[in-house]
């Protein structure tokens, strides 16, 4: 494409012609050139201008939906995450109550005379079994000496 100017160099409106592939002509004649490329200028830059405002646009709401997907999933993450630790906090708690109950059932034993316990038939457990006739006989179980 190419573009022709003929006019005086001191006047604002002359002639303008366009020559395209294809054959294609056009001449205006009585205009001002630089006011029309001014104003293409300023046509083409508002068209760029405003498409990479849309794009920016489409691509905040994405950004917006993505936030707000993440923001769920965390939201979904905390909640089984906080279950999770009430779950864990009343296991131990129970566990620490049947301790106490255990605790308090042996030191109860341990106060009986022998012939008490011997009178209550208790079993002891195997791993105590194996832990005190663990090597020749009866032999007490070894403590280490810190």
Do not use: F
Not at 40 to 61: C, F, P
Not at 117 to 124: F, S
């Amino acid at each position: 494409m190419m573009a022709r100017h003929s006019g005086g160099d001191n006047s604002d409106s002359g002639l303008l012609s366009v020559e395209a592939p294809g054959g294609w002509k056009g001449r205006l004649e009585g205009i001002d050139t630089k006011a029309v490329l001014l104003g293409l200028l300023l046509l083409a830059t508002s068209i760029m201008v405003g498409y990479q405002w849309h794009l920016d646009r489409l691509s905040d709401e994405e950004a917006r939906k993505g936030y707000l997907n993440q923001h769920k999933i965390t939201q979904e993450l905390l909640k089984n995450v906080i279950a999770n630790q009430k779950a864990i906090i009343d296991m131990v708690g129970e566990s620490r109550r049947y301790a106490r109950e255990d605790i308090g059932e042996m030191t109860y034993i341990l106060t009986l005379s022998q012939q008490r316990r011997e009178g209550l038939q208790l079993e002891m457990p195997q791993s105590l079994r194996q832990r005190l006739t663990a090597g020749n006989g009866l032999a007490p179980p070894k403590v280490r000496q810190w």
